[in-house]
């Protein structure tokens, strides 16, 4: 007699059908909302920061102190660093985000969980020295979801390579890289060239 075997996807939808997992995976992907959140407004602090340093660049420019304007211009380049870095972890998170919705919503586990430890490490590590409280919660989120992803894999008798880096992870880390280096382009504008030093008059050949 024929006995109906559920596929792997009706047994991943059956697993974290409303069910403390299910609520976990829910919890997880607001927790990096959240994160999302702190990290723009994160940004905007830095962007109002850099905007005031390259108004004094210019300043010192236009009063020929050279010096004063390296100087500011070494602290906007280290900002429009940490905003880069920044906006680069926002966009990886979104997709991050965009994958756990697809396994809570439709039970795509096997997809859409592969290689997300590894998207995440790469974020946790990127904004340690930036916003480590930031990373510190993400790593707490990493942890959660790699404790889903090893119950769901037990019930559907899948093994799932959540933190191992992937074609498709790196692909996402480069698309979030370009995305970011062009939201930089539209945020801030060009550094002001600061003139070279002139030649000492007084030395004579």
């Known amino acids: 007699m024929f006995r109906y075997k559920p596929s792997w996807s009706e047994r991943i939808k059956e697993a974290i059908r409303p069910t403390p997992m299910k609520r976990r995976l829910n919890h997880a992907i607001h927790r990096i909302s959240v994160q999302m959140r702190r990290m723009d407004s994160q940004t905007n602090r830095l962007q109002s920061r850099e905007k005031n ?32 870095n920044t906006l680069k972890s926002q966009m990886a998170l979104e997709r991050v985000n965009l994958k756990l919705t697809r396994v809570r919503d439709f039970g795509e586990l096997a997809y859409n969980m592969t290689s997300v430890g590894a998207i995440m490490k790469q974020i946790k590590d990127g904004i340690q020295n930036i916003m480590p409280e930031i990373s510190m919660e993400l790593a707490n989120v990493n942890e959660t979801l790699q404790s889903i992803s090893l119950e769901i894999g037990e019930v559907t008798e899948q093994t799932i390579d959540y933190d191992t880096p992937t074609e498709e992870s790196e692909k996402i880390m480069k698309e979030a890289t370009l995305v970011a280096e062009q939201k930089m382009q539209e945020r801030f504008p060009d550094m002001p060239k600061i003139p070279s030093p002139e030649p000492d008059s007084s030395i004579q050949d």
Request: with cysteine; charged share 30%; glycine share 4%.
């Open 53 to 84: 340093l390259y108004t004094k660049c210019v300043g010192a420019i236009q009063a020929k102190d050279n010096m004063k304007a390296s100087m500011y211009a070494d602290e906007c380049a280290e900002i429009r660093k940490m905003v880069l």
